[in-house]
């Protein structure tokens, strides 16, 4: 006879893809008639804006477009720039499609060489790698005991962290924005689009977030003197995400990516001081995570019959918290012997992290691009890098689900002996929790064509050892362990102590 136990399905996040392509960048071209002629190459650099993820027919299909931009200088020194643009698509196969599914990409650049034909014409060979992820919201089953079995169970209340909802939606933001007490645009040069989530509320299967565009233009003016300008922005924006499953009890986990930008200068013959227009796409996604309280059984065993048990083995997540801080990074960027800085940017990777002990460590690295003018006032493009570990307490985790930060502020300030002091402020996002692996009956069949022989006496006399288990000592001599507890008056399963114990028989 099969004796069935109640099943408990736990919101668990199931992964259908964890993939990365290498996307060459390879382009040969001439610039337009427009542009002057190259006499020195400041920086180059790819940025891939994703356009169109579709998953369908157990493909992932990724398209977008590769901007390569170079800042360069002409035979008179003046700054001046031009892009190419070129497509890319890649393709990831998945054994399976899940419902629901939540796409995750992003992009990071692997080298970049970037070399004159002529002063009109440029190659330029480059790689990114595009990561792809595909999670959606899966089910662990727990078994517990029903509450008019026969049987004896060893059971385990346990708190489970379950993932209540996930979801994703895209979105659009932007702005138009004019230049204010600067000289008007004649030309963008380079572009640079922060997106970052300020707060959000949740009410009952909804998310409602507000945030902001920080927006960093570097052109070239106009009007009767030209000159090299470096503007920031900020442009907010507020977005209401349904998702299913969110309520006030949620820990919800609201990531925000930017998967393409646009900035582009709105011609208009009539007004010195044209529009800026900037178009941005964002995804946000949104994980919920609530505790539950579950029991499992770990054994079983009947009383009258001979017990055969099915185990399986589990991994659960237990106290899943999110952990959320912002910090100021400072640093000094040495040998910048310059007259004057005309950009100053900072780009942030999160290139690992990881658990070590007491501590989360974020494993971070920071390009620092500068564009200035150099003793002789001439342009000159300044590329540093610095790497460090921000570490945060741990206390009682054991895995990162996932981790993220991202730039909010960037200040400078030029010191003495050519050395630039940096402040930047980070925010980061770590998602934690303790995982455990538990051992579990799944299924039970009792033998009931076979009775158990059972003892003559009523009472056993037992010197037990100190730490043996009381589920253990009731398995072995086929009883029950509340018989044992009620007749010596103990307490734990566990005894503290040698001690001499009765056992009552069944």
């Known amino acids: 006879m099969e004796y069935d136990l109640k099943k408990t399905a736990v919101g668990v996040i199931s992964k259908s893809l964890d993939a990365v392509s290498e996307q060459p960048v390879d382009i040969d071209f001439t610039l337009p008639d427009y542009c002057s002629d190259i006499e020195k190459i400041l920086r180059c650099r790819i940025i891939p804006k994703i356009y169109n993820r579709n998953l369908s027919g157990g493909q992932l299909q990724i398209d977008g477009t590769t901007v390569v931009n170079i800042i360069y200088t002409d035979s008179k020194n003046n700054v001046r720039a031009c892009e190419q643009s070129i497509p890319f698509n890649a ?17 990071k650049c692997e080298y970049l060489n970037c070399r004159p034909l002529s002063p009109r014409r440029l190659t330029v060979h480059g790689a990114f790698s595009l990561y792809a992820k595909v999670n959606s919201k899966g089910s662990l089953e727990l078994y517990s005991p029903e509450s008019d079995s026969p049987l004896e169970y060893n059971t385990k209340d346990i708190t489970v962290s379950t993932v209540s909802a996930l979801c994703q939606e895209q979105f659009s933001a932007g702005d138009e924005l004019r230049v204010v007490n600067k000289p008007p645009v004649e030309l963008v040069l380079d572009s ?7 707060d959000y509320k949740i009410i009952p299967d909804k998310l409602m977030f507000n945030g902001e565009l920080n927006v960093r233009l570097l052109y070239l003016s106009g009007g009767d003197k030209s000159s090299v300008e470096q503007v920031d922005y900020s442009i907010p924006f507020s977005k209401i995400v349904d998702c299913n499953g969110l309520d006030e009890n949620t820990n919800a986990a609201v990531s925000l990516s930017l998967l393409s930008y646009d900035v582009r200068l709105k011609s208009d013959i009539l007004s010195e001081n044209p ?6 796409r964002l995804c946000a996604t949104v994980t919920g995570f609530e505790n539950e309280n579950v029991t499992i059984v770990l054994d079983a065993y009947s009383t009258d019959y001979p017990v055969e048990l099915d185990k399986c083995r589990a991994t659960v997540a237990q106290n899943t918290d999110i952990i959320e801080d912002t910090f100021m990074f400072k640093d000094s960027v040495s040998d910048c012997d310059v ?17 070590d002990q007491d501590k989360i460590k974020l494993c971070s690295k920071l390009n620092i691009c500068i564009l200035a003018l150099n003793k002789d006032n001439e342009p000159e493009y300044i ?8 570490e945060i307490d741990n206390i009682g985790f054991n895995n990162i689900v996932s981790a ?4 909010m502020s960037v200040s400078y300030r030029m010191a003495d002996n050519g050395v630039i002091e940096l402040r930047c402020e980070i925010k980061y996002t770590v998602v934690v929790e303790d995982k455990t692996t538990y051992t579990m009956v799944k299924s039970i069949i009792v033998d009931d064509d076979t009775k158990l022989q ?5 009472l056993v006399l037992y010197f037990a050892d100190k730490g043996e288990s009381l589920w253990d000592i009731a398995k072995r001599y086929n009883t029950r362990k509340k018989l044992i ?14 001690e001499m114990i009765l056992i009552p028989l069944v």
């Open 454 to 458: 059972k003892r003559c006496s009523a």
């Open 275 to 280: 529009v800026v227009n900037i178009d941005s």
């Open 404 to 407: 993220s930060a991202q730039i």
């Open 383 to 390: 590329e540093r890098s610095l790497e460090f570990v921000k």
């Open 485 to 498: 507890l009620e007749e010596n008056s103990l307490d734990n399963d566990t005894l503290e102590k040698a």
């Open 192 to 198: 640079d689009v922060r997106a970052n989530i300020t």
């Open 91 to 107: 393709s990831f196969s998945l054994k399976d499609i899940p419902d629901n599914p939540v796409i995750e990409t992003y992009t």
């Open 339 to 355: 007259n004057e800085v005309i950009d100053f940017n900072v780009k942030y990777t999160l290139n690992n992290y990881k658990i």
